[in-house]
């Protein structure tokens, strides 16, 4: 196991910590308890079929992240409170087909891997200023499904042709213009979700993230998907242990809101929409150390 994860009861003790919380993720989410929303409307994406938006892709030691041009992506409506512009993702998984590794769960169901896309409110200048807003990230989760195929889909077989140039622990490779956000996306019906207020899934556990978690998976094929548990190492020695298992366990409700669409929403193909409100203006200096603070998310 990932020694970050390994040893997740001990996160509560760690100085300035809020992984001890009351609004903490990742949940598992009862069908028959989710509430319904009129406000939860269609999502609006931006960039998210630019190439050049995906800059580098690195093993962190406890996850694949791939970083984005800050600025270049960002997700507004859905009854979000705000324009939040798109910072990295990462994925967790399991230890490949003989164990799952979502972070989230629905009526107890973990499914192979997760994705998130971690946001940044517009306007946020610093992690700092993000950590104080009760909304200030909204994280975009995507369950990963297991298939039979093999090598599928391609942009995944794509993506997964990476692992073998960052094998070890703060290994990065750049990613020049192979892959789109959309076409690892590829089949998501991104018009049904759920939503509910909750924390950052690693330390220091912020309660600051507006969730959002999309019913349909991503659909990868097993081959793909036991890449990330066999490939992938936790530091560079010879003896160093694969990186597996690098979700947190569920945790409770305490009696939050998990909220979805009252229906008729109007499905929209995969490509991403053009936003209507343009993205607040930040100067280059602001927005290369805010994308910096935020990547270790």
């Not at 760690?14 to 409307?41: A, K, M, R």
């Not at 409506?77 to 798109?86: A, E, F, K, T, W």
């Not at 629905?106 to 517009?122: C, R, W």
């Amino acid at each position: 196991l990932v020694q970050h994860f390994k040893y997740e009861s001990t996160w509560p003790s760690i100085p300035n910590s809020y992984c001890s919380g009351i609004s903490q993720s990742p949940v598992n989410i009862e069908s028959s308890s989710v509430q319904p929303d009129g406000n939860l409307t269609e999502l609006r994406f931006k960039g998210f079929g630019e190439r050049t938006a995906l800059t580098e892709i690195k093993n962190t030691g406890r996850e694949v992240k791939v970083m984005f041009d800050y600025g270049k992506m960002s997700v507004e409506g859905g009854d979000l409170p705000g324009v939040y512009n798109s910072v990295q993702f990462h994925i967790h998984w399991g230890d490949g087909s003989s164990s799952a590794g979502s972070e989230h769960t629905v009526d107890n169901k973990q499914y192979a891997m997760e994705l998130h896309i971690v946001n940044s409110k517009a306007g946020h200048n610093s992690t700092a200023a993000a950590f104080a807003d009760p909304t200030g990230l909204d994280a975009l989760g995507f369950f990963i499904e297991a298939t039979n195929d093999t090598g599928e889909p391609r942009s995944w077989k794509t993506l997964t042709s990476y692992l073998a140039e960052i094998s070890s622990a703060g290994d990065s490779v750049p990613l020049n213009g192979s892959l789109s956000m959309d076409s690892l996306l590829e089949g998501v019906n991104r018009s049904n979700y759920y939503r509910y207020l909750g924390s950052l899934t690693v330390p220091s556990c912020n309660e600051v993230v507006v969730w959002t978690l999309f019913k349909d998976p991503i659909r990868v094929s097993q081959d793909l998907i036991d890449l990330f548990s066999t490939s992938l190492y936790l530091n560079k020695s010879i003896n160093s242990p694969l990186i597996t298992n690098t979700f947190r366990h569920t945790q409770p409700v305490n009696g939050r809101v998990v909220s979805s669409q009252t229906g008729g929403i109007r499905k929209r193909s995969p490509s991403s929409s053009a936003s209507t409100r343009p993205l607040s203006t930040f100067s280059s200096f602001i927005t290369v150390m805010l994308s910096v603070a935020l990547s270790w998310l």
